[in-house]
């Protein structure tokens, strides 16, 4: 079954460093992956998403991401974190018939 | 970008009363729209599927008679808890894939409702 698993429950930066999110992925074929940020009290918000087309993925924001097929990885990168960044992290894959199955996510904190 | 909105935002009830939140996409048709549910620092989970003119799929453990789904217009999904208890309060998310971007496979969330049940 397809699955996604986030490495880091908590990530902490200080603001204008690096951000990196680690994401690892289980699937028997080629996948769809996504990442959605959740700020406070409002809804997700899709990041970026990888469907089989170019491998390194840019989001909004700032943000991207790299499909490794060989390390089933799919993590997360910026290269300088800014405060508005805090928020919670999800790692998605789709499994078909249009459902999403998150992983548990990871929690940016961007200090100043 | 489309957009989904949720109402109510929150609610609080007693215990043994139903309530209903609506799901609705405001700039696009929706014939798909999902059903999640997000108790405290775990992720989301998805409940069930939601078909614009038939009945909704289930997922394991959820149950039908409790949590129930309507989505009788292209815009407009409904969630209901019946009888709610201390146990269904949570945070219930929908989100909803624009009928025209198929090949996308996008969904659009909206903001979620949180539910106390006392």
């Known amino acids: 079954a397809q699955s996604v698993t986030q490495l880091d429950s908590h990530v902490s930066v200080s603001e204008g460093t690096p951000v990196l999110l680690r994401c690892n992925y289980s699937s028997s074929y080629s996948p769809s992956l996504f990442w959605y940020v959740q700020h406070p009290n409002k809804g997700l918000q899709l990041l970026l998403k990888y469907t089989s087309a170019a491998t390194l993925v840019k989001g909004i924001n700032g943000f991207e991401a790299e499909f490794k097929k060989s390390e089933t990885s799919f993590h997360l990168t910026k290269p300088s974190a800014h405060m508005s960044d805090a928020a919670e992290y999800f790692c998605?894959?789709?499994?078909?018939?249009?459902?999403?199955?998150f992983g548990a996510g990871t929690i940016l904190r961007v200090k100043s | 970008g489309a957009v989904v909105s949720q109402h109510p935002s929150w609610v609080i009830c007693k215990s043994g009363t139903s309530v209903k939140i609506e799901c609705r996409s405001l700039?696009?048709?929706?014939?798909?729209m999902f059903w999640y549910r997000q108790f405290p620092k775990q992720s989301l989970m998805l409940m069930a599927t939601s078909n614009e003119g038939s009945k909704a799929t289930y997922e394991q453990g959820v149950e039908k008679d409790k949590f129930l789904i309507n989505h009788a217009s292209l815009t407009l999904s409904t969630l209901t808890v019946t009888s709610a208890h201390p146990e269904d309060s949570s945070f219930y998310i929908c989100?909803?894939?624009?009928?025209?971007?198929?090949?996308?496979?996008?969904?659009?969330f909206g903001p979620g409702t949180r539910l106390l049940v006392l």
């Open positions: 998605v894959v789709s499994v078909g018939g249009n459902k999403l199955v």
């Open positions: 989100s909803a894939r624009d009928y025209s971007d198929r090949a996308k496979e996008t969904q659009y």
């Open positions: 700039d696009f048709q929706a014939t798909t």
